[in-house]
């Protein structure tokens, strides 16, 4: 699988772009603040059909703008396939085509085109933050499994509405709380899915990541991942009634908080050297790299669950390495299929004689 042609209308900097892509790769080089990271966003806005940074549609809209398109031309198998995703800032509505045809969920582009992106910025926010290690992990899995999306969708609609009943109706639940009974039901159903597909996951990534980091860090921890949460230890056939006995147990501290507090939303994903976690006591140099350890991890991870090689996309994946680490994650990344990456150190660090063609913004 790889991407042949991106182009982009009012997205983030870009009023009018189009940017060729050769099937092996391509570096693109040039100064911060030229939107050499908005153009790796948008080719995972494909994948994803929204920003990997978390932005809200309508803050991606050019400057002076009212909608931004992102197209792209796929080749999986030697099949074409064009992508769009367009958001309207006035109708404040957001639109997926597959080669011309409008899809019935947005979620459905999902799939479609497999990507990883691995980001400088997201080292401090992904490893720090427990939401986004989960929503790590959450878009990884649902990149080659649609039915966990679906359960994603279900779990956080059904999540929404037992905690708005928990907010509103919190003196009526403290005398009768049977009303909270079917969205525990539904919530534990949902939630249950959710948990088996990360641990599965997790137990496929963790020795791929740890060989990964062994080969990029010249320190000698060993890299793990470990998974916390309500049911994360219970049997696979038994996470339904653990997490719906969780639920009940309690009742009484979620009624008089007006929030949910347990499932698959309150677990934890954590990066750990030796046993001791990275967000805590890593260095910058070692939380990067237990980061990029893990992206290279999922790129095999889709591959094996999708048949297709994804796109791997390295923004400024090379500062604050020295040349020889840099080297190192140049000679890792020439295993993969095609690469888009960008930096700012040319010809600091001599791209131009390897694979890559080099674009200058």
Not at 92 to 104: I, M, N, T
Request: glycine share 6%; aromatic share 6%.
């Amino acid at each position: 699988m790889h991407l042949s042609r991106l182009k982009l209308t009012d997205y983030r900097n870009f009023d009018r772009t189009t940017v060729e892509l050769p099937v092996e790769g391509i570096a693109i080089s040039g100064q911060n603040g030229r939107g050499k990271s908005n153009l790796l966003e948008a080719i995972f806005f494909l994948a994803i059909a929204k920003s990997a940074r978390g932005a809200q549609d309508r803050d991606v809209v050019r400057w002076g703008a009212q909608s931004f398109v992102v197209e792209g031309s796929i080749i999986r198998q030697d099949v074409p396939i064009e992508l769009r995703v367009a958001f309207d800032s006035q109708q404040q509505k957001k639109k997926a085509f597959v080669d011309g045809e409008p899809l019935p969920r947005v979620s459905g582009i999902v799939g479609q085109f497999n990507a990883v992106l691995f980001s400088p910025e997201d080292v401090d926010l992904v490893l720090r933050t427990p939401a986004e290690r989960r929503r790590l992990l959450d878009i990884l899995i649902s990149q080659s499994n649609p039915s966990h999306l679906s359960d994603l969708e279900t779990y956080r609609r059904v999540l929404a509405q037992r905690n708005r009943l928990l907010k509103d109706e919190g003196h009526r639940l403290r005398v009768d709380s049977s009303q909270l009974d079917a969205w525990d039901s539904q919530l534990a159903e949902a939630g249950a899915r959710i948990v088996s597909d990360r641990l599965a996951t997790l137990s496929f990534i963790e020795a791929r990541a740890c060989s990964f980091y062994q080969r990029i860090s010249s320190e000698a921890q060993a890299l793990s991942l470990a998974y916390r949460g309500a049911v994360a230890s219970s049997a696979a056939d038994a996470r339904f009634s653990d997490l719906l006995d969780a639920l009940r147990s309690r009742r009484e501290d979620e009624i008089r908080l007006g929030h949910t507090l347990s499932g698959p939303h309150r677990d934890h994903l954590v990066f750990q050297l030796d046993g001791r976690p990275v967000h805590k006591f890593g260095s910058k140099g070692q939380m990067k790299s237990a980061l990029l350890s893990w992206k290279l991890a999922e790129a095999v991870y889709l591959e094996a669950h999708t048949g297709h090689q994804p796109v791997l996309l390295m923004d400024d994946v090379f500062s604050e390495l020295d040349a020889s680490r840099a080297s190192s994650v140049l000679e890792l990344v020439d295993d993969f299929g095609q690469v888009v990456l960008t930096t700012a150190r040319d010809p600091d660090l001599d791209i131009r004689e390897g694979r890559y063609g080099v674009v200058d913004l």
